[in-house]
């Protein structure tokens, strides 16, 4: 008989809707004194609106004590959960995985597996939505777990990003290299390295980015109906949109999702980004 196998994650997997029979742990948001539970208190278009408009209060994160944590496990095993799968964003991003970690040894070490994905936003998503798919049909701890580790090497992200000046205000480059780098036009590539953001390339205009992200994802899935996707926007739905139809035709994706990029990623992006995380 398979065992009934509860699944966990944090708000920086910018799951929103998609988050059925998942438990989601909030991140707190902050934009001066004021505080938010990110999903909760706050929309992505709330926070959108704070980022582009309140210049004074540069917004910030933090990860939820290990006591949130706690209390959800607890709930979770009172309502007959056997098993655990804590899923959660790269550790080297975010003290997320380390609070689940300690509240997993104060509850009950046995029953709880906590997972570091080395990523985020949708990226960990997919991992997560995996998980929660694998538990339904009655897959062992052990599936779960083993076909997590599996992906998490093979989970890559792509993404541009129209302006450098919220990268700039978030103090990840000079003030300087962001006004010489919007008025020339240069847009970053974005990817993950070693559970980090890291700059992948860089070109002269955003359609350019986007059209290379397409050729670059292409590249990097030799199947077509095999690979995993998630197309990630700050408050760009239309071109989400459109680079979701691209993709279809390209690669035949086996899923596909689109989601909002929360404050986590949109702190950096700002708004109007868009991503693409895909495991081939």
Known sequence: MSQKIAIVTDSISDLGDLAVDITVVPLTIRFGNEQFRDGLD?????FYDRLEHDTAHHPTSSQPPPAA???????????GAEHIVSIHASAALSGTF?????????????????????NASAGEGLLVLEARDQAARGESVEAIVAKAQADIPNDMLLAAIPTLTFLARGGRIGALQSVLGNVLQIVPIITLKDGLVAE???????????????EIVKSKVPQKKH???AVMHSLAPELAAKV??????????????????????????????VGVFFIP
């Open 42 to 46: 706050l929309t992505a278009q709330q």
């Open 69 to 79: 944590f706690e209390q959800a496990y607890k709930g979770l095993i009172d309502a």
């Open 98 to 118: 380390n609070s689940a970690s300690l509240a997993s040894q104060q509850v009950a070490p046995d029953r709880i597996t906590v997972i570091d994905t080395r």
């Open 200 to 214: 992948h390339s860089k070109v002269r205009t955003f359609s350019r980015a986007v059209d290379q992200i397409i």
């Open 227 to 229: 690979a995993r996707c």
């Open 244 to 273: 979701r139809e691209r993709l279809e035709v390209a690669i035949e994706p086996a899923s596909m999702i689109t989601t909002i990029a929360g404050p986590t990623v949109g702190t950096h992006a700002g708004p109007g980004a």
